[in-house]
């Protein structure tokens, strides 16, 4: 075998090797932006859900008048469109999204003190739904998170790195939650 022949193997190896480690860095990435859909169209549906709940509350809770505020103002911000190719707006959509999932707890804890509105037959199918779309909404945070994990590690281990760079692929932000998410909720400041 001559020097030629060596190389041009190597070559063709090289080649071959970096073409295998790019597809699947755009599949990871596509995986990334299917799970990323799949959340947002979670998120749809509790944002159609939203203002029916709100609508109900309203006609019982007059004291709540800056949490329902607060809900209306986060679903407005949270539904609206951002660059899924841009880290930073998937950092802020998660955000918001996050946000939102803290007020509707806060706001489904202070049904608890209205027997009214807690055995108002609309208003528990509404919890339902929302409980159901929440569900909806956490698996397919997981889904995203794991092709998350995926996308990032094919993207930060050698050669990916070098190959995410020409392919102009950049690390996504996970899926998590805030700071007041984690936090427990005081049900009795809620409901006082």
Not at 43 to 70: A, Q, V
Not at 75 to 101: C, G, I, M, N, W
Not at 112 to 125: F, G, N, V
Not at 129 to 138: H, L, P, Q, R
Request: charged content about 20%; hydrophobic content about 45%.
């Amino acid at each position: 075998m001559d020097a030629l022949t060596l190389i041009i193997i190597i070559g063709a190896s090289l080649i071959i090797v970096l073409y295998i480690w790019y597809s699947r860095i755009i599949r990871n990435k596509n995986q990334v932006y299917e799970a990323l859909a799949g959340i947002d169209v979670q998120l749809k549906n509790r944002s159609n859900l939203i203002p029916n709940i709100l609508t109900i509350s309203k006609r019982f809770m007059e004291h709540e008048r800056e949490l329902i505020s607060s809900v209306t103002e986060l679903r407005t911000r949270s539904a609206a469109d951002y660059d899924r190719d841009d880290s930073q707006a998937v950092k802020e959509h998660v955000k918001l999204a996050s946000a939102l999932t803290t007020e509707m707890g806060k706001l489904m804890i202070s049904v608890e003190a209205y027997p009214e509105l807690k055995s108002d037959q609309t208003m528990q199918q509404a919890q339902l739904s929302y409980n159901e779309v929440e569900t909806k909404i956490a698996a397919a945070r997981r889904f995203y998170n794991s092709a998350v994990g995926q996308l990032n590690n094919s993207i930060e281990i050698f050669p990916g790195n070098i190959v995410a760079r020409y392919a102009n692929v950049s690390i996504m932000p996970f899926y998590e939650i805030d700071e007041a998410s984690r936090a427990p909720i005081n049900a009795s400041s809620i409901l006082d």
